[in-house]
């Protein structure tokens, strides 16, 4: 049988549940506000050339997986992007409806097809990424030591600089 509240042990554990100091001293919290601003930034900065923040990481990803190496897969652009699979394929198909890539049958896998950014999905890629990397700086310039802030999210992200897993879980 459970031992009943009381009034002493309900408010020692909304203290230990809700401690007195402010959520906006809590890493978590800050976390995810710094990403909503961000998100919201980068949102407004792709309206010019009709993207959204979905599409722009998919396209940009294919782009530059396209230019170290073979074409990516669906699946090895979701993984690249950390999106889910069919999130990936619809937003893809989006992606080709407006002629921004092209998807190709694998040369020995009729299964698998390749994404490759289109002439003008490289384009519109290449205008995306401008805008995105001007509103980074804007927004990222505030802190001091950059390098080490982006050392922190690839250790928190459990990643590499090549966007390896660092870890297995």
């Not at 390098?147 to 250790?155: S, V, W, Y």
Request: proline content about 3%; charged content about 30%.
């Amino acid at each position: 049988m459970m031992a009943k509240a009381t009034p002493r042990t309900s408010e020692r554990a909304s203290r230990a549940q809700f401690p007195e100091t402010s959520a906006w001293n809590r890493t978590g919290f800050l976390l995810w506000h710094a990403m909503l601003e961000w998100r919201r930034k980068v949102t407004d900065a792709l309206e010019e050339v009709g993207l959204t923040y979905v599409q722009f990481s998919l396209l940009a990803s294919a782009s530059y997986l396209n230019h170290r190496g073979p074409s990516p897969s669906q699946a090895e652009l979701a993984e690249h992007t950390g999106m889910d699979v069919m999130m990936t394929s619809q937003v893809v198909r989006t992606l080709e409806r407006e002629r921004l890539v092209k998807r190709i049958a694998d040369k020995n896998d009729a299964r698998v097809k390749r994404i490759v950014p289109t002439s003008k999905g490289e384009s519109t890629v290449s205008a995306a990424i401008e805008l995105v990397n001007n509103m980074n700086d804007e927004v990222f310039g505030l802190i001091e030591d950059v390098d080490q802030f982006r050392e922190a999210l690839r250790l928190v992200a459990d990643r590499d600089i090549d966007g390896r897993r660092v870890r297995n879980r």
